[in-house]
């Protein structure tokens, strides 16, 4: 048995709800619109709209996913701002792996025993 501050809690924050909605043109990516909602479903005209886009790159390993908030009003604003936005989480990504790349290289070096050392 767990002791009760083990436990997760799984109440929903009902000062926190969404409703999502998905829009993709089937190619380049989707954007999600995040709507805020009352409890009871209704919107809630007092808090803003979020709006996600996501990609994916095809690799030799696979595909990566790519995800960033778009700074938008609108689903216009939306889609304008997602080229830009995917541009800049693919160079984050990038530049992330080139420094776990980097941190590899180093800890496999470490691993080197040269004789007479």
């Known amino acids: 048995m767990t002791a009760p501050s083990d436990r997760i809690d799984f109440r929903i924050d009902t000062q926190n709800l969404y409703r999502e909605e998905g829009f993709t043109d089937m190619s380049a990516g989707s954007i999600r619109r995040l709507v805020p ?20 790159l095809m690799t030799e390993q ?5 995800q960033a908030s778009l700074t938008a009003n609108n689903l216009k604003e939306a889609i304008e701002a997602f080229p830009a936005a995917m541009e800049k989480a693919m160079q984050e990504m990038v530049q992330a792996l ?20």
């Open 37 to 56: 909602v009352k409890p009871d479903g209704s919107d809630d005209k007092s808090r803003t709209p979020i709006f996600v886009g996501s990609s994916q």
């Open 62 to 66: 696979g595909p990566l996913p790519l």
């Open 98 to 117: 080139m420094r776990l790349q980097e941190e590899q290289r180093k800890s496999d070096d470490s691993r080197i025993i040269v004789p007479g050392r």
